[in-house]
């Protein structure tokens, strides 16, 4: 296994902790999400501090990860809203996914979704 491979194995393995524990505890967006940022911005400090992974593009490490942890999340919204309106949604729309993708990135770049 390459360095790469282990930081994003790694990286996933944590971040479906984190998502156990939304789902388990408290379904709380903002704190999941800001959770996410944390370990991304740990990634990017561990990324500057070590001079042999400089190799590493850290833009394209930290897109997957945030693809990884934002497609985990949606998926459980997915799953929660053909639970809860079940029969009634067969198919949750794209209009949904966008709004969810859109609320999901305003939390991470601003820390909190306005009231």
């Known amino acids: ?14 971040i479906n902790r984190f998502h156990q524990a939304y789902m388990d505890e408290s379904r709380d967006d903002t704190i999941y999400v ?7 911005e740990g990634l990017d400090d561990f990324i500057q501090h070590n001079k042999e992974l400089q190799l590493i593009d850290p833009k394209i490490l ?3 990860i945030y693809g990884y942890a934002r497609d985990k999340w949606l ?29 999901f990135d305003y939390i991470y770049h601003n820390g909190m979704y306005p009231r």
């Open 75 to 103: 998926k459980s919204i997915r799953d929660m809203i053909s639970k809860e309106h079940q029969p009634a949604v067969k198919n949750i729309s794209v209009d949904s996914d966008e709004y969810h993708l859109y609320y």
């Open 62 to 64: 930290r897109n997957v």
């Open 34 to 40: 800001r959770n996410i940022r944390s370990l991304l």
């Open 1 to 14: 296994m390459n360095c790469i491979d282990a930081i994003e194995g790694s990286f996933k393995c944590l």
